[in-house]
């Protein structure tokens, strides 16, 4: 864009903030607050249901939001203590109340916390769009005229097409959700839009590039002294061997190394090898686990298993005795710390290891940096980086498919693959073979 349009365009968008505040009206106990996205978005607007804008509307189906994890959420697979917490039984409770808690505790977990949060900053966009057009009666439900006219704003001011797609979604799940005909209804009707819109802008393939073999070998052979960097390339060799993704690595256990796990089938020859406990996948509603499997190395300088326990170590890591991660696997140990844990400078200068984990998206920092020690380029490489390089360089040691995605827990899983259970543990360490380690 030339520097008039993108000053036209940022006048625009310092006068569409000055419509929407006089339109939202008064009276009002909070100020608006903005977040920083290409048609401003009211990023409180939950908090100015008293505004004037609001008066003889359902504001319940409008500022509805369901984004925060319920209790039942944050428990994490352990259920039975925030059940108990929710209190007993009710014999006298009656259908309404019990359906009402229903839908305050256990609907929610119909789509992720993270979906409906994506889904709450986008309808926010939609409320905020309706204010600024005087049209917040028409958005639930919605026609066909509305959605037309919030598309081309959206096209105006320069939102990407994922965004404007998110927009869609947020759509459409907010009128599901309290049973009303979404706009974009006819057979194919949204991926028709969907394309219709990318027809025009294009959908560039994702520039972040797959980590290589060769960097997984060199990261197992540096021997950096500090702890943050070795952190940094343990956990960035292990996501791509085991074709993590960047919220799973964030979010692993010292009790989620299962080492000799595979020795377990009764099977010589498998001491030395480690699996991987995935409690919760994307592809994995039901929290099954998934178990991709380290194996031994040729050589000591490489062996991921041998230096993931001498990293537990160093940062003074260790299974709780009171751990019943392999008793409860489908539940979030309370005792036991994270395997990445953030580290902090201490009293006499050393860096520690705290008992917190690393989020999502510093484990994706840790993994463009490790990157980048190793040659690659860090605006290149992001977290999904080593995803995308355990599967592809399994696929290009021609690993079964079956087996991949036994592992990964990658893509639909086909009906079949739901009855397998693999009786020869080497099948599991295909994926670790293709490393070449």
């Not at 006499?348 to 980048?372: L, N």
């Not at 355990?390 to 079949?416: C, F, M, N, R």
């Amino acid at each position: 864009m030339s520097p008039e349009g993108l000053r036209d365009l940022a006048a625009a968008r310092s006068a569409w903030k000055s419509l929407v505040a006089i339109n939202l009206g008064a009276p009002r106990s909070t100020s608006p607050a903005w977040s920083a996205t290409p048609l401003p978005t009211l990023s409180n607007i939950g908090a100015l249901s008293g505004a004037s804008a609001f008066l003889g509307l359902d504001a319940h189906r409008l500022l509805h939001n369901d984004s925060a994890p319920t209790m039942l959420e944050a428990s994490d697979g352990n259920w039975g203590a925030a059940q108990a917490a929710l209190g007993a039984p009710s014999l006298s409770a009656s259908l309404a109340s019990l359906a009402a808690a229903f839908d305050q505790h256990l609907a929610p977990a119909r789509r992720q916390p993270r979906t409906r949060l994506e889904h709450w900053r986008a309808w926010s966009l939609v409320l905020t769009w309706a204010i600024a057009r005087r049209c917040l009666p028409r958005v639930l439900p919605m026609d066909q005229e509305t959605i037309k006219a919030l598309t081309w704003d959206l096209v105006s001011f320069c939102v990407t097409s994922s965004r404007i797609e998110a927009v869609w979604a947020a759509i459409q799940a907010r009128h599901r959700r309290f049973g009303v005909t979404p706009p974009l209804n006819e057979r194919n009707q949204y991926s028709t839009w969907a394309r219709m819109l990318n027809t025009v802008r294009g959908r560039p393939l994702a520039l972040k590039l797959p980590i290589q073999r060769s960097t997984v070998h060199w990261l197992l052979r540096w021997r950096p002294t500090g702890l943050a960097a070795n952190r940094a390339r343990l956990l960035t060799a292990l996501a791509t061997i085991a074709c993590l993704r960047v919220s799973e690595v964030a979010r692993l256990q010292v009790c989620d190394l299962w080492f000799d796990y595979l020795a377990e089938y009764g099977v010589p020859g498998f001491t030395g090898t480690c699996s991987v406990h995935i409690d919760r996948r994307k592809n994995d509603s039901e929290r099954k686990g998934h178990h991709p499997a380290l194996g031994r190395s040729r050589g000591c300088d490489t062996d991921i298993v041998r230096q993931l326990r001498a990293w537990m170590r160093l940062a003074g890591l260790s299974t709780a005795t009171a751990c019943r991660k392999r008793a409860s696997p489908a539940a979030r140990c309370p005792v036991c710390p994270p395997l990445f844990p953030l580290t902090v400078r201490s009293r006499g200068g050393a860096t520690v290891a705290t008992d917190r984990p690393c989020s999502r998206q510093q484990a994706s920092d840790m993994i463009r940096w490790a990157v980048e020690q190793a040659g690659g380029g860090s605006g290149r490489f992001s977290g999904i980086s080593a995803r995308k390089g355990g599967i592809s360089t399994a696929i290009a040691a021609k690993v079964d498919e079956t087996i991949l995605y036994l592992q990964s827990g990658h893509g639909q899983p086909l009906p079949a693959r739901a009855y397998m259970h693999l009786h020869e543990p080497a099948r599991f360490l295909e994926t670790f073979e293709a490393f070449g380690l």
